[in-house]
């Protein structure tokens, strides 16, 4: 099994067609007035292009809309989810009728863009912490709807997946912490509560707070917007007793150096919900 199939394995063919369904239903709603005036026999060859350099993910969902449209709609694809491509690359070419590859050009288009987008921004933070142990994470700050398309593109781009909602893990915020007597409190009642294998995760504030949670038996701990040198410090501080995750106010320039302070984990919301899609272009370059 490749990576890709093992990515791909978060997320079932029937969530993929009915998130398909959906989006085509949004776009083409009770039908295409300009394709219309296409002949329906008219068959076409098409092109797609990468018109920057990007990492490739959503194969699946771009193969769906064709599918939904006309399953006699041919894509052959010369890259897969994961693949890093170059300006100007050729990623697929299809074979079809041009009502259904004009109908599914657009939702086709922006499942692809969007997610290539994710995998292309985590792949540049994995590249520049790689060398380190550190891992790059994501968060539940995602496009609604989305979630688990969007945690599929994070690992295309080599990052990993933090819990994926409130249902897998235990993650004991400030709020939370507001709520509850103290941070032993909060971690007893946690491992009590908490189902066989879940994670339980305690954010801190402080190293004060930090040096309290690893009293209390903490085995992973979020620093939440701390410095470098706090970083430095609570790895000093935790003397490996605890798993450490780094997050908030961390980019693309301090990242490495993050990384660099011995913590386990950095964590980046910006992989799902600062967006931006990949330049891709489709093109017809032959029709009968």
Known sequence: MTSAQKNISLISMREIQHAVQQTLAEDV???DLTTALIDAERMVNATLI???RAVVCGT???DQVFQQLNPQVVV???VGDGDSVDEN?????LRGTATAILTGERTALNWLQTLSGTATLTRSYADRIAGTSAVILDTRKTIPGLRLAQKYAVRCGGGHNHRMGLYDGILIKDNHLRS???INSALARARRQAPEGI??????DTLEQLSQALEAGAERALLDNFTIEQLRAAVSINKGRAKLEASGNIDLENVREVAATGVDYISIGALT???YAIDLSLEFVHQQ
């Open 50 to 52: 990468s018109r920057q």
């Open 60 to 62: 699946a969902w771009f």
């Open 180 to 182: 509850s007597d103290s």
């Open 199 to 204: 994670i339980i995760e305690i954010e801190v």
């Open 29 to 31: 709603g009770d039908g």
């Open 89 to 93: 690359q050729e990623l697929c070419g």
């Open 76 to 78: 052959n694809w010369q």
């Open 273 to 275: 919900k600062h967006i």
